[in-house]
């Protein structure tokens, strides 16, 4: 991956910028709360369509689904992106909800470049990871001390 430019890190902080509208933090607040329902059928029992819980996990899919068709199309870096952003832990609370819709409205189409992202966090995170401890095995030990203890 090319080192980030200063073009990328405008587009994060833009990213930003739209994800912390009061609006979006009231949704990402909704979906960390002990209301959230991860249940699509459930949740839509309790808030259906229309409803303003609806509306923010629809905003804050909508955000996700955004970044996801900026990454598959090169438009944004992977190591600002991921390094920013904890996608995975966002698909897996919204995922079911996210397939049940995709479902109901017959379009697979739907919330599809937010579930490419969380794979390729996976894809990112793993190999970072392991570069972490690759580095860390590499790295010299410090040589012990030649003096006595007293």
Same mark, same amino acid.
């Given at each position: ?34 209301? !959230? ?5 459930? !949740?839509?029992?309790?808030? @259906? ?13 909508? !955000? ?75 790295? @010299? ?10």
């Amino acid at each position: 991956m090319p080192k980030p430019t200063q073009q990328d890190a405008n587009l994060v902080v833009q990213l930003y910028q739209a994800g912390s509208t009061p609006e979006m933090d009231e949704a990402f607040n909704y979906l960390l709360s002990d209301q !959230f329902i991860a249940n699509h059928t459930e !949740f839509l029992k309790k808030h @259906p369509r229309g409803s303003r819980e609806y509306s923010q996990v629809r905003r804050v899919l909508g !955000f996700y689904e955004t970044v996801g068709t900026l990454h598959k199309h090169g438009l944004i870096n992977e190591d600002l992106l991921f390094d920013w952003l904890a996608v995975r832990h966002q698909w897996d609370r919204l995922k079911d909800i996210a397939l049940g819709e995709r479902a109901g409205a017959k379009n697979p189409a739907l919330w599809e470049n937010f579930e490419a992202l969380a794979r390729a966090d996976d894809v990112w995170s793993t190999s970072h990871a392991q570069a972490a401890q690759a580095a860390t095995e590499r790295r @010299p030990q410090a040589p012990a001390s030649g003096g006595s203890r007293h």
